[in-house]
Protein backbone atom coordinates (compact mmCIF):
# COMPACT_ATOMS: atom_id res chain seq x y z
CA UNK A 1 0.00 0.00 0.00
CA UNK A 2 1.32 3.13 -1.21
CA UNK A 3 2.06 5.65 1.82
CA UNK A 4 -0.35 8.02 3.19
CA UNK A 5 2.43 10.74 4.16
CA UNK A 6 4.85 9.94 1.41
CA UNK A 7 6.95 13.74 1.54
CA UNK A 8 7.14 13.18 5.67
CA UNK A 9 8.71 10.03 4.96
CA UNK A 10 10.88 11.30 2.33
CA UNK A 11 11.85 14.20 4.72
CA UNK A 12 12.55 11.47 7.38
CA UNK A 13 14.59 9.14 5.59
CA UNK A 14 16.58 11.71 3.49
CA UNK A 15 17.57 13.52 6.86
CA UNK A 16 18.71 10.61 8.64
CA UNK A 17 20.25 9.18 6.18
CA UNK A 18 22.57 12.25 5.34
CA UNK A 19 22.55 14.02 8.58
CA UNK A 20 22.43 11.47 10.88
CA UNK A 21 20.45 13.46 13.80
CA UNK A 22 20.49 12.82 17.21
CA UNK A 23 17.22 14.55 17.19
CA UNK A 24 14.63 14.79 14.72
CA UNK A 25 11.03 15.99 14.70
CA UNK A 26 8.69 16.70 11.79
CA UNK A 27 5.57 18.34 12.54
CA UNK A 28 2.58 18.58 9.48
CA UNK A 29 1.15 22.14 9.85
CA UNK A 30 -0.53 21.78 6.33
CA UNK A 31 -4.17 22.05 7.87
CA UNK A 32 -3.36 25.53 9.57
CA UNK A 33 -2.41 26.64 5.88
CA UNK A 34 -4.99 24.98 3.78
CA UNK A 35 -7.16 28.32 3.49
CA UNK A 36 -4.56 29.89 2.08
CA UNK A 37 -5.13 31.63 -1.22
CA UNK A 38 -1.58 29.99 -2.88
CA UNK A 39 -3.57 26.33 -1.42
CA UNK A 40 -6.43 27.28 -3.59
CA UNK A 41 -6.95 24.04 -5.50
CA UNK A 42 -4.13 22.11 -4.00
CA UNK A 43 -5.61 18.84 -2.21
CA UNK A 44 -2.05 17.76 -0.49
CA UNK A 45 -2.48 17.10 2.86
CA UNK A 46 1.26 17.67 2.94
CA UNK A 47 2.37 21.05 1.92
CA UNK A 48 3.66 22.76 4.81
CA UNK A 49 6.26 21.26 7.38
CA UNK A 50 8.15 22.20 10.99
CA UNK A 51 11.56 20.14 11.27
CA UNK A 52 13.38 20.36 14.39
CA UNK A 53 16.91 18.73 13.50
CA UNK A 54 19.66 18.14 16.16
CA UNK A 55 23.07 17.11 14.01
CA UNK A 56 26.46 17.44 14.43
CA UNK A 57 26.91 18.10 11.05
CA UNK A 58 26.00 21.12 11.56
CA UNK A 59 29.10 22.33 13.48
CA UNK A 60 30.45 25.15 12.03
CA UNK A 61 28.43 26.30 10.09
CA UNK A 62 26.05 29.53 10.23
CA UNK A 63 22.17 28.97 9.85
CA UNK A 64 21.54 29.78 5.96
CA UNK A 65 23.92 27.05 5.40
CA UNK A 66 22.60 24.66 7.72
CA UNK A 67 19.10 25.39 6.14
CA UNK A 68 20.84 25.17 2.21
CA UNK A 69 21.69 21.16 3.29
CA UNK A 70 18.27 20.65 4.05
CA UNK A 71 16.67 22.08 1.08
CA UNK A 72 19.38 20.89 -1.14
CA UNK A 73 18.11 17.19 0.39
CA UNK A 74 14.46 18.21 -0.33
CA UNK A 75 15.29 20.26 -3.52
CA UNK A 76 13.08 18.13 -5.62
CA UNK A 77 9.86 18.02 -3.79
CA UNK A 78 10.10 21.48 -2.85
CA UNK A 79 10.03 22.25 -6.73
CA UNK A 80 7.33 20.22 -7.94
CA UNK A 81 3.84 20.92 -8.85
CA UNK A 82 1.73 19.82 -5.02
CA UNK A 83 5.14 19.27 -3.35
CA UNK A 84 6.41 20.66 -0.13
CA UNK A 85 5.30 24.95 0.15
CA UNK A 86 7.20 25.72 3.35
CA UNK A 87 9.78 24.11 5.30
CA UNK A 88 10.19 25.34 8.87
CA UNK A 89 13.81 24.76 10.21
CA UNK A 90 15.10 24.51 13.30
CA UNK A 91 19.02 23.61 12.89
CA UNK A 92 21.05 23.04 15.66
CA UNK A 93 24.42 21.20 16.85
CA UNK A 94 24.04 18.76 19.81
CA UNK A 95 25.97 21.14 21.80
CA UNK A 96 23.57 23.87 21.22
CA UNK A 97 20.67 21.82 21.94
CA UNK A 98 22.06 21.57 25.41
CA UNK A 99 22.94 24.74 26.09
CA UNK A 100 19.29 26.12 24.75
CA UNK A 101 17.70 23.51 27.34
CA UNK A 102 19.70 24.81 29.90
CA UNK A 103 18.76 28.35 29.49
CA UNK A 104 14.95 27.26 29.04
CA UNK A 105 15.18 25.68 31.90
CA UNK A 106 16.75 28.60 33.75
CA UNK A 107 13.81 30.75 32.28
CA UNK A 108 11.14 28.35 33.67
CA UNK A 109 13.45 28.28 36.63
CA UNK A 110 13.16 24.67 36.86
CA UNK A 111 16.05 23.27 38.91
CA UNK A 112 18.52 21.95 36.85
CA UNK A 113 19.61 18.69 38.16
CA UNK A 114 22.73 18.60 41.12
CA UNK A 115 21.66 22.05 41.67
CA UNK A 116 20.04 23.06 45.32
CA UNK A 117 17.27 24.89 45.33
CA UNK A 118 16.36 27.16 48.65
CA UNK A 119 13.16 27.60 49.24
CA UNK A 120 11.63 30.72 50.08
CA UNK B 1 2.95 49.74 21.31
CA UNK B 2 2.83 53.33 20.62
CA UNK B 3 5.24 53.58 18.01
CA UNK B 4 3.77 50.74 15.74
CA UNK B 5 1.65 52.62 14.09
CA UNK B 6 3.68 55.39 13.17
CA UNK B 7 6.71 52.42 11.72
CA UNK B 8 3.97 50.88 9.33
CA UNK B 9 3.06 54.27 7.88
CA UNK B 10 6.68 54.73 7.33
CA UNK B 11 7.06 51.32 6.12
CA UNK B 12 4.28 51.65 3.53
CA UNK B 13 6.43 54.46 2.26
CA UNK B 14 8.73 52.67 1.92
CA UNK B 15 7.51 49.87 -0.04
CA UNK B 16 6.92 51.77 -2.70
CA UNK B 17 10.01 53.44 -3.50
CA UNK B 18 10.21 55.23 -6.62
CA UNK B 19 12.27 52.88 -8.32
CA UNK B 20 9.58 49.79 -7.95
CA UNK B 21 7.01 50.16 -10.92
CA UNK B 22 10.56 50.42 -12.89
CA UNK B 23 11.70 47.37 -11.80
CA UNK B 24 8.42 45.57 -12.29
CA UNK B 25 8.44 46.62 -15.54
CA UNK B 26 12.11 44.79 -16.30
CA UNK B 27 10.30 41.48 -15.40
CA UNK B 28 6.95 41.36 -17.43
CA UNK B 29 8.56 40.59 -20.66
CA UNK B 30 7.19 37.22 -21.70
CA UNK B 31 8.83 34.08 -20.87
CA UNK B 32 9.76 32.07 -23.84
CA UNK B 33 9.40 28.38 -22.71
CA UNK B 34 8.92 27.16 -19.66
CA UNK B 35 12.45 25.39 -19.69
CA UNK B 36 14.06 28.58 -20.55
CA UNK B 37 12.29 30.14 -17.48
CA UNK B 38 13.84 27.90 -14.99
CA UNK B 39 17.69 29.35 -15.70
CA UNK B 40 18.23 32.70 -14.06
CA UNK B 41 18.65 35.38 -17.16
CA UNK B 42 21.28 37.92 -17.06
CA UNK B 43 18.82 40.15 -17.41
CA UNK B 44 16.60 39.09 -14.46
CA UNK B 45 20.03 38.73 -12.52
CA UNK B 46 20.64 42.07 -13.22
CA UNK B 47 17.43 43.60 -12.00
CA UNK B 48 17.58 41.19 -8.85
CA UNK B 49 21.08 42.84 -8.30
CA UNK B 50 19.87 46.32 -8.47
CA UNK B 51 17.05 45.13 -6.04
CA UNK B 52 19.24 43.87 -3.57
CA UNK B 53 21.45 46.84 -4.32
CA UNK B 54 18.44 49.55 -3.77
CA UNK B 55 19.02 49.80 0.15
CA UNK B 56 20.56 48.72 2.90
CA UNK B 57 17.65 46.71 4.07
CA UNK B 58 15.92 44.63 1.20
CA UNK B 59 13.15 42.07 2.25
CA UNK B 60 11.84 40.01 -1.04
CA UNK B 61 8.17 38.83 0.45
CA UNK B 62 4.82 37.63 -0.45
CA UNK B 63 2.27 40.62 0.06
CA UNK B 64 3.40 44.18 1.10
CA UNK B 65 4.37 45.34 4.35
CA UNK B 66 0.58 46.73 5.07
CA UNK B 67 -0.82 43.79 3.87
CA UNK B 68 1.29 40.50 3.93
CA UNK B 69 -0.10 37.35 2.09
CA UNK B 70 1.73 35.26 3.72
CA UNK B 71 2.35 34.26 7.86
CA UNK B 72 5.89 33.81 7.51
CA UNK B 73 6.30 37.18 5.18
CA UNK B 74 4.28 38.99 8.13
CA UNK B 75 6.23 37.60 10.89
CA UNK B 76 9.43 38.82 8.95
CA UNK B 77 8.07 42.27 8.69
CA UNK B 78 7.09 42.21 12.54
CA UNK B 79 10.45 41.62 13.17
CA UNK B 80 12.01 43.99 11.56
CA UNK B 81 9.03 47.04 12.77
CA UNK B 82 10.18 45.61 16.33
CA UNK B 83 13.81 46.32 16.00
CA UNK B 84 13.49 50.17 14.46
CA UNK B 85 14.91 49.35 11.48
CA UNK B 86 14.71 52.61 9.55
CA UNK B 87 11.73 53.05 7.06
CA UNK B 88 13.86 55.10 5.03
CA UNK B 89 16.86 52.40 4.68
CA UNK B 90 14.09 49.67 4.13
CA UNK B 91 12.74 48.70 0.69
CA UNK B 92 10.43 45.59 0.54
CA UNK B 93 9.61 43.55 -2.58
CA UNK B 94 6.03 41.70 -2.94
CA UNK B 95 7.13 38.64 -5.31
CA UNK B 96 3.63 37.53 -5.88
CA UNK B 97 3.47 40.84 -8.33
CA UNK B 98 6.49 39.35 -10.76
CA UNK B 99 6.47 36.02 -11.13
CA UNK B 100 10.10 36.14 -13.29
CA UNK B 101 11.49 37.85 -9.88
CA UNK B 102 9.38 34.84 -7.69
CA UNK B 103 11.46 32.28 -9.22
CA UNK B 104 14.55 34.36 -10.10
CA UNK B 105 15.24 35.43 -6.24
CA UNK B 106 14.94 31.53 -5.28
CA UNK B 107 17.84 30.76 -7.91
CA UNK B 108 19.88 34.48 -7.42
CA UNK B 109 19.71 33.61 -3.51
CA UNK B 110 20.00 29.57 -3.66
CA UNK B 111 16.82 29.58 -1.49
CA UNK B 112 13.62 27.74 -2.42
CA UNK B 113 11.67 29.99 -0.07
CA UNK B 114 9.75 33.45 0.90
CA UNK B 115 10.66 35.57 2.59
CA UNK B 116 14.35 36.42 2.15
CA UNK B 117 15.82 39.18 3.61
CA UNK B 118 19.08 41.17 2.51
CA UNK B 119 20.91 43.66 4.63
CA UNK B 120 24.39 45.05 3.02
CA UNK B 121 23.40 43.48 -0.29
CA UNK B 122 23.96 40.43 1.49
CA UNK B 123 21.75 37.51 2.07
CA UNK B 124 21.12 36.96 5.47
CA UNK B 125 18.11 34.08 5.94
CA UNK B 126 14.01 33.50 5.70
CA UNK B 127 11.52 33.66 8.08
CA UNK B 128 12.93 30.68 10.83
CA UNK B 129 16.49 32.66 11.00
CA UNK B 130 15.35 36.19 11.03
CA UNK B 131 13.09 35.23 14.17
CA UNK B 132 15.76 33.41 15.84
CA UNK B 133 18.44 36.04 15.22
CA UNK B 134 15.53 38.26 16.51
CA UNK B 135 15.27 36.35 19.95
CA UNK B 136 19.21 35.63 20.23
CA UNK B 137 20.28 38.84 19.64
CA UNK B 138 22.05 38.36 16.73
CA UNK B 139 20.01 40.74 14.32
CA UNK B 140 19.97 43.65 16.79
CA UNK B 141 23.87 43.68 16.74
CA UNK B 142 23.91 43.39 13.02
CA UNK B 143 21.54 45.92 12.40
CA UNK B 144 23.31 48.06 14.60
CA UNK B 145 26.61 47.42 12.94
CA UNK B 146 24.90 48.12 9.35
CA UNK B 147 23.60 51.56 10.86
CA UNK B 148 20.04 51.14 9.57
CA UNK B 149 18.11 50.87 12.83
CA UNK B 150 16.30 54.29 13.84
CA UNK B 151 18.12 56.28 16.32
CA UNK B 152 16.84 55.89 20.15
CA UNK B 153 14.58 58.14 21.36
CA UNK B 154 15.96 60.52 23.95
Known amino acids: ?120 | MIARPLLSSAFRQAARPAAAPKFASRFSYPRISPIAARFLSAETKQAIDKAVASAPVVLFMKGTPETPQCGFSRASIQVLGLQGVDPAKFTAFNVLEDEALRQGIKEYSEWPTIPQLYVDKEFVGGCDIIVSMHQNGELAKLLEEKKVVVAAEE
Not at chain 1, 21 to 49: C, R, V, W, Y
Not at chain 1, 62 to 70: C, D, F, G, S, T
Not at chain 1, 81 to 108: C, D, F
Open chain 1, 1 to 120: MASQTPLEDSLRSKITEALSPTFLEIHNDSHLHSHHKAMQGNTSAETHFRVVITSAAFEKKMQPARHRMVYALMKEEMAKEGGIHALQLRTRTPEEEVRQKEKEAAEKGVPIEGQEVENV
